[in-house]
């Protein structure tokens, strides 16, 4: 391809990309595919001749675009946002045309200054205090993994890196049992292991499914007792399943008083702390040791940009920075070369599209989108509460809450939910609560309306009166 034939084929695309958006409204959410159907379209091998784009270009609508999922339709309520928003993918073109790697502030001085002060726009508008450094991540997994890195070589000594686990004491975690995987997955990739990741049960009843600290002191007091190694705490702000909040400011009295590393992953609601009214959600944020929170999810940063907050890097960088000869950056002590703070070596230029995301709408413009979700949601779930065959199991928390038709047996549930994502008009979710299945709903999509909300109201009860 030359350049003549990209730019021709670049503003093509920018044109299919306006178009599709403008009418996303019109398909369903999700696709009406079976397993095997796509692959079954595409050749079993490559081509040995070259072939024109006008083909590929046609091939691409017929193949792909009939197996997609939209997750930037403005009736995609299920599971969390990956929002997109248009000059953050703007920015996203342009990195993809740079295509730099980004791993020390020489390999491209712009990306690392760009991240500093980026990190540090967002850690001023979740209201962190100006002690966090941050870093993007490539998501909140690779974030927790890295605090847990840090937990255990802090409770090591410094030292499991070189002497691996074997022959001393395990450090053990600690959370609640609302967490997401990426801790268990994190407590296994780093050889601390299921076993020693504790789980500790919610209060009952409690609104916002907080960690019952009374439970929480009894263990690590009988782990300390039988000689295990308490290391670090892992705090949740708004839990994926139903939006469980710990309350942080119990867990860093905890924390410090037994010498343990607090982690907080807000993952998703980390954005909506760019509003102060929800801040009481997170209260005691300050006295953690790092926090992780996805811009692109609710943001509209598009997908991949984790923001990583750390009150202490050089515990990081002790954890993770490996330096060989041909990475080292002679003459320049004074710079951050980000590769020591993540686990992966090479590094995409992540920042641009935050510059971009929040210089076109705004502080004032995210808080707007963030706060009309939130009201939107709420407003549904008084709708739903208000029709006698329908319950609501869990409140809103921010934007999400679960509900389920009254009576009815997981199964049941189960089944609505994928009578209702059949349809096409919206598209949600299911969980686990309190050991039974409820329906999931949040609004958080970038091109979501009052209307869209409606929609779902409105397809919510017809599926439910008209199905089985
Ligand atoms: C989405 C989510 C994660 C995982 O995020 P990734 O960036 O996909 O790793 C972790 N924790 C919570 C609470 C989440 O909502």
């Known amino acids: 391809m030359n350049w003549d034939d990209f730019a021709q084929w670049g503003a093509k695309i920018a044109d299919w990309g306006a178009d599709y958006h403008k009418t996303l409204r019109d398909r369903p959410v999700r696709p009406a595919v079976k397993p095997g159907e796509i692959i079954a379209k595409l050749p079993a091998s490559p081509p040995e001749s070259p072939e024109g784009m006008e083909q590929i270009m046609q091939d691409f609508e017929r193949v792909v675009m009939p197996g997609l999922t939209h997750w930037q339709h403005p009736r995609f309520f299920a599971y969390f946002p990956a929002n997109a928003a248009p000059p953050s993918m703007l920015a996203e073109m342009l990195v993809t045309t740079l295509a730099p790697q980004c791993m020390l502030w020489q390999t491209s001085p712009a990306a690392t200054e760009m991240e500093i002060r980026m990190l540090d726009w967002l850690r001023q508008s ?22 847990v890195l840090v937990m255990r070589e802090r409770a090591l000594n410094w030292q499991g890196n070189q002497k691996g686990l074997a022959g001393g004491p395990t450090p053990r975690i600690y959370c609640s049992d609302q967490v997401h995987t990426s801790i268990d997955r994190a407590a296994w990739v780093s050889g601390i292991g299921q076993d020693n990741l504790i789980k500790i049960p919610t209060v009952k009843g409690d609104p916002l499914r907080r960690m019952d600290t009374g439970a929480l002191q009894a263990t690590i007091a009988a782990d300390r007792a039988a000689g295990h190694l308490p290391a670090g705490l892992i705090g949740v702000t708004g839990a994926t399943g139903m939006g469980a909040c710990d309350r942080i400011s119990d867990l860093a009295a905890i924390a410090r008083a037994e010498n343990l590393y607090l982690h907080i992953d807000a993952a998703w609601a980390g954005a909506a702390m760019i509003c102060p009214e929800f801040r009481a959600l997170w209260d ?40 060989p000869e041909y990475l080292k950056t002679h003459g320049h002590s004074d710079v951050t070369d ?8 090479g590094r995409r230029f992540r920042a641009l599209k935050l510059w971009f995301l929040i210089r076109s709408y705004g502080l004032s413009g995210l808080r707007a989108m963030i706060r009309n979700h939130v009201k939107w949601s709420q407003d549904l779930a008084g709708r739903l509460a208000a029709e006698p065959d329908f319950e609501i199991t869990s409140q809103p928390i921010l934007s999400l809450f679960t509900f389920k038709r009254k009576g009815d047996t997981d199964q049941q549930t189960q089944a609505l939910v994928e009578a209702i994502n059949a349809d096409g008009r919206i598209y949600l979710t299911q969980t686990k609560l309190d050991g039974q299945t409820v329906i999931r709903f949040q609004a958080g999509a970038f091109g979501t309306e009052e209307r869209d909300a409606h929609t779902a109201f409105d397809t919510i009860l017809e599926i439910a009166r008209t199905a089985p």
């Open 126 to 147: 979740i209201g962190l205090p100006d002690g966090f450094s941050g870093v993007i991540q490539d998501s909140a997994s690779s974030a927790t993994l890295a605090a």
């Open 284 to 323: 005691g944020i300050d006295l953690a040791d790092s926090v992780v929170f996805n811009p692109h999810k609710w943001l509209g940063a598009q997908f991949d940009c984790s923001a990583h907050f750390i009150r202490d890097p050089d515990a990081l960088r002790q954890t993770l920075a490996i330096r």
């Open 338 to 345: 980000y590769s020591e703070w993540s686990i992966p070596l």
